[in-house]
């Protein structure tokens, strides 16, 4: 417990101090200056030792976890207990670590009398994801005269938990989750007969002889077709790089490919929910730092938020052979892998075809990357206006060719290569999970 003086006790200091002190050259009233000077001390005095009682039986409760989105306005909820029941104003401060934003450095909080149990709403806005722990509360009483503050620490700890911004996942995500009778904005047509089997039915001129069941045409006497329904239930996962490239921030306001990698997993898992698909997540570097095995519920989607909140770029080179083999030995059943990474480094690219040849024949994959700043054809940028911008042009020409003759290299194997923009990364993604669904690629 500390005892700071108030600007009033300073004031009334000074104020006495002065006029005292040239009273006190005459020898006359001397004794009188200083027994007043004295006796203004002695009340100063008395009322630092009142005001150690001040903050007695004031104890403060933080919530031991606070969940927060990045970039939207929350709240931190404290509770004041007022043992003694009296009223009382008091003021308390939070250390808000580095990262969450709040307007007000502390809060003067009046303690009704007759009531033990206050609540203090605190508004923050936290500016980054993570792990974050808030330590310490202070609190700040005033002495019954007012010349002095008392403050005391209380040791109080409170976890908070900041996870992406889903609602900052880009523009179009929105429409692509209207209840029109399947994703998109317009239900839209189913392409393909399906794989799953359904029923056996009589033969009707015009069937397929593919669809026919031999085995029951025979033991009937009679032509017999195979019926196959469309298939609902698949499993979707998403293949996370957080090596370092995925460090490297694009876009205005500037943010890092692995920061818009998240949120449009997240938003992907909620879009593979709505279709009663099983969502899975790999998070990988130059080894798997996490797997989680394709399933469904809020309480699935609420593991792959806490694997991905506190997730930061590492620095080393992305293994895809190691996360090839991985997803060969692990994932027995044909599944989307949806593959979220960088690609405009050559050497990466060829590790990337080498590890796809490993999986390609069993899964399905897709390998989605943000196009690079400036990587377009040569002549479809009009701004260009000096010998600079011609220059930057034709880099951007020869990066957008490296990543066309990658595309083609993939699409022999089988996978395909998606360039996405920053602005509509998670749009973009959902309308191609669409898109697979509807034509039972899968």
Request: aromatic share 6%; glycine share 8%.
């Amino acid at each position: 417990m500390v005892i700071v003086p108030r600007p009033r006790l300073l004031f009334w200091t000074g104020a006495l101090a002065l006029p005292l002190a040239f009273a006190a050259a005459g020898p006359p009233a001397s004794t009188a200056a200083l027994a007043l000077f004295g006796a203004f001390l002695l009340v100063a005095i008395a009322d630092g030792l009142a005001s150690r009682r001040r903050l007695e039986g004031v104890e403060v409760e933080l919530p031991s976890l606070v969940r927060l989105s990045v970039d939207r306005p929350g709240t931190v909820e404290v509770l004041v207990r007022n043992g003694s029941l009296r009223s009382r104003r008091l003021r308390v401060g939070l250390a808000f670590p580095p990262g969450i934003e709040t307007p007000h450095d502390d809060l003067v909080a009046d303690l009704p009398g007759g009531t033990s149990l206050s609540r203090l709403v605190w508004p923050c806005t936290p500016r980054r994801r993570g792990r974050f722990k808030l330590r310490g509360c202070h609190l700040e009483g005033t002495s019954p005269l007012g010349l002095w503050d008392v403050r005391r620490p209380i040791q109080r700890e409170a976890e908070l938990r900041v996870y992406p911004n889903l609602l900052a996942g880009g523009r179009g995500v929105a429409a692509l989750f209207l209840r029109r009778g399947t994703l998109g904005v317009h239900a839209q047509r189913q392409v393909g007969k399906g794989r799953d089997f359904e029923k056996l039915r009589e033969y009707i001129p015009g069937d397929s002889l593919d669809d026919i069941h031999w085995k029951a045409t025979a033991k009937r006497g009679h032509p017999v077709t195979k019926v196959f329904q469309i298939e609902r239930t698949q499993e979707v996962y998403v293949v996370l790089d957080a090596s370092r490239l995925s460090a490297r921030p694009s876009g205005n306001p500037p943010r890092a490919a692995l920061e818009r990698s998240i949120t449009a997993a997240l938003i992907l898992a909620l879009a593979a929910e709505r279709q009663g698909d099983l969502f899975g997540l790999v998070v990988f570097s130059d080894r798997v730092l996490s797997f989680l095995r394709a399933r469904r519920g809020a309480s699935h989607f609420d593991s792959c938020r806490e694997a991905l909140y506190t997730l930061a770029p590492q620095a080393v080179n992305p293994d895809f052979e190691e996360i090839a083999t991985f997803l060969r030995l692990r994932l027995r059943r044909r599944a989307l892998l949806l593959f979220l990474t960088d690609l405009d480094d050559p050497v990466l690219a060829e590790s990337f075809v080498k590890g796809i040849d490993l999986i390609r024949r069993h899964h399905l994959v897709l390998a989605g990357m943000l196009r690079p700043e400036g990587a377009r054809p040569l002549f479809s940028d009009a701004a260009v206006a000096s010998p600079d911008d011609l220059y930057r042009a034709l880099a951007g020409h020869i990066a957008w060719r490296g990543l066309l003759e990658l595309g083609r290299v993939l699409k022999v194997r089988g996978a395909t290569l998606m360039l996405l923009e920053r602005e509509t990364m998670s749009a973009d993604l959902l309308t191609r999970y669409v898109d697979v669904k509807r034509r039972q690629v899968l």
